[in-house]
């Protein structure tokens, strides 16, 4: 395959690194010559990759210990993991999908990319209106923590059911994600100008 995004030799960290889409992204980063990183509560097994990391994403001491296990400088940032919400609490489906992919942009991102990198989350057609509903998210994606952000899905974990928060947070990645692209990019026109 030609490498026409230059993956060669970059330090590529795939969330959701074992199954579907997740190891799919991995598979072709690693025929284009990518260092992969690989992140999964479950064993990625896909040949090449640099380093699997153990990691259960709604939990942020497991994010904090894996990223200890990658290199300082990080070219590419894929958040793909996402729950259902069918076989998990509202609170680890939400964490896993929105939660998370914040915290690792704001903690770890931010610092050890630098120009030229990129960073993608995994969405759905579950977050295509987020725009609608921008009142009822911004105190979720304008969070300053990992607590604040729990403690504001508090009153949903206690009344909706998890599939709910699959919905709410494919919004809220949504949201995010647009956001930070802005904030990334004035960024970059910063360091140009």
């Not at 030799?9 to 795939?14: A, L, M, Q, S, T």
């Not at 074992?18 to 097994?45: H, I, Q, R, W, Y």
């Not at 105190?139 to 709410?168: C, G, M, Q, R």
């Not at 949201?175 to 960024?187: D, F, I, P, R, T």
Request: net charge positive; glycine share 6%.
């Amino acid at each position: 395959m030609k490498d026409y995004f230059n993956y060669n030799g970059k330090v590529c960290v795939v969330t959701g690194a074992s199954s579907g889409m997740g190891k799919a992204t991995v598979e072709v980063l690693c025929e284009l010559g990518a260092k992969v990183f690989a992140l999964d509560l479950n064993p990625c097994t896909v040949q090449g990759i640099e380093k699997f990391i153990q990691c259960d994403l709604s939990k942020k001491e497991m994010i904090d210990e894996a990223m200890k296990e990658i290199p300082e400088h990080i070219d590419s940032f894929f958040g793909v993991a996402g729950l259902s919400g069918s076989k998990t609490d509202y609170r680890t489906t939400f964490n896993c999908n929105f939660t998370a992919n914040k915290y690792i942009s704001e903690k770890y991102l931010e610092n050890r990319m630098t120009s030229g990198g990129s960073i993608l989350f995994v969405s759905s057609t579950a977050g295509l209106h987020w725009k609608t509903y921008k009142k009822e998210q911004n105190k979720v994606v304008h969070a300053s923590s990992w607590e604040e952000v729990n403690k504001l899905i508090d009153p949903l974990v206690k009344k909706s059911p998890a599939t709910f928060a699959y919905i709410y947070s494919k919004r809220c990645i949504s949201q995010y994600s647009a956001e930070l692209a802005v904030k990334l990019g004035k960024k970059v026109l910063e360091l140009i100008t």
